[in-house]
């Protein structure tokens, strides 16, 4: 009987949201984004490699109070399990969500520039004694594509340049900071460029270059954000 009373306390207590606590976007983009990755190869499990103990096989033997009560436990260790992810850290790759929330933060804010011009010799300088390295900043000559300021902004455990373009009326934000790790291995040539896209709808690029670790992030198209990258590195190896 404390089974159940405890069960029927837990369903109020989650009903009534007294539980509940909000996650950061970040969070939210990297818990989707695991629970669709473990979801998909479950589903393509084959029959018979499921457990004999599965769902079906109990509730059909247990009979409805021992296969309400399991489904009672099930359900406590299915709001544990929630709340255990929820308080884990962002693993160490979570740089293309940090790059969506904080452009993200920046257009709620308005506060998407720091520094306002179109001159990469006005932008690049702007950057000295308030970072630690000097970002590559580009002028693509390609029609469509300007630049229109930079400013500062908080990514991987610390403080990064974000060159802001613009392409139409859709603004493209430009993270770039060293990356001496991939560096080292980094084939000589033109860098090859990863395109995805987040759950929020946002373009990211990718792509590594002389030492830096570039992230492009817009709400145009990823067609757009892959032919601007092209554009960018075009232009910086000239």
């Given at each position: 009987?404390?089974?159940?009373?405890?069960?029927?306390?837990?369903?109020?207590?989650?009903?009534?949201?007294?539980?509940?606590?909000?996650?950061?976007?970040?969070?939210?983009?990297?818990?989707?984004?695991?629970?669709?990755?473990?979801?998909?190869?479950?589903?393509?499990a084959s029959p018979d490699k499921r457990s004999r103990w599965s769902w079906p096989a109990w509730t059909t033997w247990s009979g409805p109070f021992v296969g309400g009560t399991l489904a009672g436990s099930a359900l406590c260790a299915l709001a544990f399990t929630a709340f255990l992810t929820l308080q884990r850290?962002?693993?160490?790759?979570?740089?293309?969500?940090?790059?969506?929330?904080?452009?993200?933060?920046?257009?709620?804010?308005?506060?998407?520039?720091?520094?306002?011009?179109?001159?990469?010799?006005?932008?690049?300088?702007?950057?000295?004694?308030?970072?630690?390295?000097?970002?590559?900043?580009?002028?693509?000559?390609?029609?469509?594509?300007?630049?229109?300021?930079?400013?500062?902004?908080?990514?991987?455990?610390?403080?990064?340049?974000?060159?802001?373009?613009?392409?139409?009326?859709?603004?493209?934000?430009?993270?770039?900071?060293?990356?001496?790790?991939?560096?080292?291995?980094?084939?000589?040539?033109?860098?090859?460029?990863?395109?995805?896209?987040?759950?929020?709808?946002?373009?990211?690029?990718?792509?590594?270059?002389?030492?830096?670790?570039?992230?492009?992030?817009?709400?145009?198209?990823?067609?757009?954000?892959?032919?601007?990258?092209?554009?960018?590195?075009?232009?910086?190896?000239?």
């Open positions: 009987m404390d089974n159940e009373n405890d069960i029927v306390s837990l369903g109020a207590r989650l009903r009534d949201g007294s539980l509940y606590q909000r996650a950061p976007d970040h969070l939210r983009a990297q818990i989707v984004a695991r629970v669709r990755s473990e979801a998909t190869p479950a589903r393509r850290p962002a693993p160490s790759d979570g740089i293309a969500q940090e790059v969506v929330s904080s452009h993200v933060r920046a257009l709620i804010s308005d506060r998407t520039m720091d520094v306002l011009s179109s001159d990469k010799h006005t932008v690049k300088p702007w950057f000295n004694g308030r970072i630690d390295y000097v970002p590559p900043v580009v002028d693509p000559r390609e029609p469509g594509f300007a630049l229109v300021g930079g400013r500062l902004d908080y990514v991987g455990h610390r403080p990064v340049a974000v060159l802001v373009y613009r392409y139409l009326k859709h603004p493209i934000d430009v993270y770039v900071f060293p990356d001496g790790s991939h560096a080292a291995n980094a084939p000589a040539g033109k860098p090859s460029t990863a395109v995805t896209q987040s759950d929020d709808g946002y373009a990211l690029a990718n792509w590594h270059r002389d030492g830096m670790s570039y992230w492009a992030v817009s709400d145009a198209s990823s067609s757009v954000l892959r032919q601007f990258a092209q554009a960018l590195q075009t232009d910086e190896s000239r």
